[in-house]
């Protein structure tokens, strides 16, 4: 499986941000004046200071941290003059940053810091915007509502939690087959079909209540029977979320905090990126430090653990991070996580933003780039080579 998020997500986040002088798919507006221009145009020097900043060109809330911090200990054994190597290639680290405009690299191996870099003018305390990353953030959060007892089961038809769904396609469609994206509810994410779903969704005020995404979505067909077929649909991810802040009660960002960012010790607030409407957008743009990604990698493959019990349900994570898809599809899937054999697992994001997980080797690699494309077989193979590279080098004895 080439190293990419699924071909439409680039269209799903280029009709997002869209044009952006007046709302847009899903609502969003920015609050700079004039209007900032549309995210996927942005030049280098914008990318370098809006991605870490990106409370500046829109609406978000904040993940608030707690007063103490998970340590991360630095390891008598890092990786030290890497060679990247990359098609016959070979590059150190400092010059492979800077070649593929990576403003963040981080390598923990059994919980410690074997490798930490920073480039595009980066510090340790900025953060840094995820883009779809947060996809597994979302359905971590599922996870956490189902242990909570909020969310009864993943077999719960979506249609119990988002009633405003009930009479179109989503009838009979359960949860897991929202957060394996396998609905069956037909949906059009090509950027360049004006009249795509992924173009329209959200486009109309708020009418009675209803986020404008789900009264949208309900309006959706079937095209094949739940369970049977795998389409990334971008406006799923964003259900997601509506349904982890309907069964808990509280914003996403609130349950985030309350769940994981406090209690874990993230070093950072996070601030999330809210809809039109108000609301965190499940399936992108949070935002965070370079360390706090690797903590939430962290508290993930160790299985949901804080202060010695986990806050995920038995099996979530070797769950979420396996193919649910069957037959598996272009591009094997778990929960918002894309999965395969080497590394086992990553979440992934656009213009180069990647985690990836050995669990064998106890190993995570994190990425945070402003590459020039959202998507490119050059610049995934740049991101393979190099946290391959990373693996071999902390594997070597």
Not at 229 to 255: I, R
Not at 328 to 339: R, V
Request: charged share 20%; with cysteine; glycine share 10%.
């Amino acid at each position: 499986m080439t190293l990419r998020p699924h071909r439409t997500v680039a269209a799903a986040l280029a009709v997002c941000f869209g044009s952006l002088a007046a709302p847009t798919a899903t609502g969003q507006v920015p609050i700079t004046d004039p209007p900032a221009p549309m995210i996927l145009t942005w030049t280098p020097e914008q990318q370098a200071n809006w991605y870490k900043a990106i409370e500046k060109v829109y609406e978000v809330r904040t993940v608030r941290r707690g007063d103490q911090v998970h340590a991360l200990p630095i390891s008598t054994e890092p990786v030290t003059d890497l060679a990247v190597d990359v098609g016959g290639k070979t590059s150190d680290l400092r010059t492979f940053m800077a070649d593929h405009k990576m403003s963040g690299v981080l390598a923990l191996k059994d919980g410690k810091i074997i490798l930490e870099a920073y480039g595009l003018g980066r510090s340790r305390t900025d953060r840094w915007t995820s883009f779809s990353v947060a996809k597994s953030v979302t359905s971590t959060l599922v996870g956490a509502a189902i242990a909570d007892g909020k969310i009864k089961s993943l077999d719960d038809p979506i249609t119990d939690y988002l009633p405003d769904l009930k009479g179109g396609g989503y009838d009979g469609v359960t949860v897991r087959q929202i957060i394996t994206m396998t609905s069956g509810v037909k949906w059009n994410e090509d950027y360049t079909d004006p009249k795509s779903d992924v173009a329209n969704a959200g486009r109309d005020p708020m009418v009675g209540g209803v986020n404008p995404i789900i009264a949208y979505m309900a309006k959706l067909p079937r095209e094949a029977e739940p369970g049977t077929k795998f389409v990334y649909k971008t406006g799923e991810t964003d259900l997601a979320g509506f349904l982890v802040s309907k069964a808990v009660g509280k914003p996403m960002s609130e349950y985030l905090s309350e769940k994981i960012w406090r209690p874990y010790g993230m070093e950072q607030d996070a601030i999330w990126m809210v809809d039109g409407a108000g609301h965190e957008r499940g399936g992108c743009c949070m935002s965070m430090t370079l360390r706090d990604y690797g903590r939430f990698a962290q508290f993930f493959l160790d299985g949901g653990m804080i202060d010695g019990r986990s806050i995920l349900p038995e099996g979530w994570v070797k769950e979420g991070s396996t193919n649910q898809i069957k037959p598996p599809a272009e591009g094997q899937y778990g929960y918002f996580w894309w999965t395969e054999t080497a590394p086992n697992f990553r979440a992934s994001g656009i213009y180069g933003q990647q985690i990836a997980f050995f669990p064998e080797d106890r190993l995570i690699v994190v990425i945070n780039s402003a590459m020039p494309k959202a998507t490119d077989r050059d610049q995934s193979l740049a991101i393979r080579g190099l946290y391959n590279s990373i693996h071999k080098a902390a594997t070597a004895n």
